[in-house]
């Protein structure tokens, strides 16, 4: 089965890229090398490079190991938290204007 690949709009290319950027940084301020966290988070380098690039064909689950290995795996619990249009949205529906 040939995966898709995934398109998205330079404005979200630039969130990942900045995500990368803020992995490595962490892994850097850590100072562990590339090997020591792609070992440690059971990936190839060439898939931590990825990530730290902000590639779109990486899985989430290679995204979490990484965070888990850098000691940052709460945050991962924070994307999607903050639902503010979701919550409009349904405080709308709520107070009946529709």
């Known amino acids: 089965m040939k995966l898709k690949k995934q398109l998205l709009f330079p404005k979200h290319y630039k969130i990942l890229e900045i995500f990368g950027e803020n992995v490595k940084l962490a892994r850097k301020r850590r100072k562990l090398t590339t090997i020591q966290v ?4 059971n990936i190839g380098r060439n898939t931590l490079y990825l990530i ?17 290995v850098l000691g940052l795996q709460d945050d991962f619990l924070k994307l999607a938290a903050d639902d503010q249009l979701g919550k409009k949205l349904q405080d709308i529906e709520l107070l009946g204007k529709k």
């Open 38 to 41: 792609a070992e440690r988070a």
């Open 52 to 68: 730290e690039k902000g590639s779109t064909g990486v899985s989430i689950g290679a995204v979490f190991n990484v965070l888990r």
